[in-house]
């Protein structure tokens, strides 16, 4: 059963277990550019440095951590052997590949799949054209749904009562900068559904656009999402409508190769409703 997409809640949690912790010290491993210092795992998972010490030391007998020098950890070979084979099962991921790098080719443009995990789209895969700069980007990052090209376009082909949930709860948690009014999400929500593709402008990065399209399973939800990414001064409004056109077709392809027997095209009103689109 897929996760709800508003996992906010007001009540208290139950008490972490050893599993718990160590899952977030894991998940503290894979955030930003590693290795980590103790005393940075510690504050960002809340546990105390002989807790965080201990899991870690656990976790590395096991081959999912790497000491580091200065006292640092990093992700292990183990976990990242775990992570390429599970990427490997998914047949999604495998059909996106090619799309990814045709998308890259003809566009210029950085071409990605994400997917979708409670209230935030994870990147899986990045196909990136050499040049000077490189975007923000990675294997395994995450962002907001409302923050992202990703997340608008799998929003857009979500049940309505699961986009209507986050749409009035998800990005007030969130507390971003820019694109947090739920009426401004609504609206690009319902044209994404309408168009077949979402439109992220600088939400997540300054001065960085992005296209992307959803792509559904067999059963009709949502698989996850394909598009690109660029600088703004390279994706105006024709070069938009173009690639948006691209990144359509590519989300379709792999759909109907999953078995998806045709694009969800709904939109939710003002009230939160749904209507044709």
Do not use: C, W
């Not at 950085?110 to 980007?137: I, T």
């Not at 990052?141 to 009562?161: E, N, T, W």
């Amino acid at each position: 059963m897929p996760k709800a997409v508003n996992t906010q809640s007001t009540e208290p949690g139950p008490a972490k277990g050893p599993v718990d912790k160590a899952m977030e010290v894991l998940e503290a491993l894979t955030r930003g550019a590693g290795p980590h210092r103790l005393a940075d795992i510690a504050r960002s998972t809340g546990l105390s440095k002989p807790t965080a010490h201990r899991h870690l030391r656990t976790l590395a007998e096991y081959g999912f951590v790497d000491a580091a020098a200065g006292g640092a950890y990093r992700v292990g070979p183990r976990l990242l052997g775990l992570a390429a084979a599970a990427l490997d099962t998914g047949r999604d991921l495998r059909l996106a590949r090619p799309a990814l790098a045709d998308l890259r080719q003809r566009t210029g443009q950085l071409a990605y799949y994400a997917v979708l995990d409670a209230d935030e789209a994870v990147y899986l895969e990045v196909s990136e054209p050499a040049r000077e700069y490189r975007m923000r980007v990675r294997p395994g990052g995450r962002v907001p749904l409302h923050r992202s090209g990703a997340g608008l376009a799998m929003l857009s082909a979500l049940p309505d009562q699961r986009a209507e949930e986050f749409l009035t709860a998800g990005p007030r948690a969130a507390g971003a900068a820019r694109g947090t009014d739920p009426r401004v999400l609504r609206e690009a929500v319902r044209e994404a559904a309408r168009v077949g593709y979402a439109v992220d402008d600088e939400y997540d990065e300054p001065d960085v656009r992005s296209v992307a399209a959803p792509v559904l399973g067999g059963d009709g939800r949502v698989a996850g999402a394909i598009g690109v990414r660029g600088l703004t001064f390279t994706l105006g409004a024709e070069a938009v409508a173009m690639y948006g056109a691209m990144v359509r077709a590519a989300a379709r392809s792999i759909s109907a190769d999953l078995g998806a027997t045709g694009p969800r095209l709904t939109a939710l009103d003002d009230t939160g409703g749904g209507e044709p689109a």
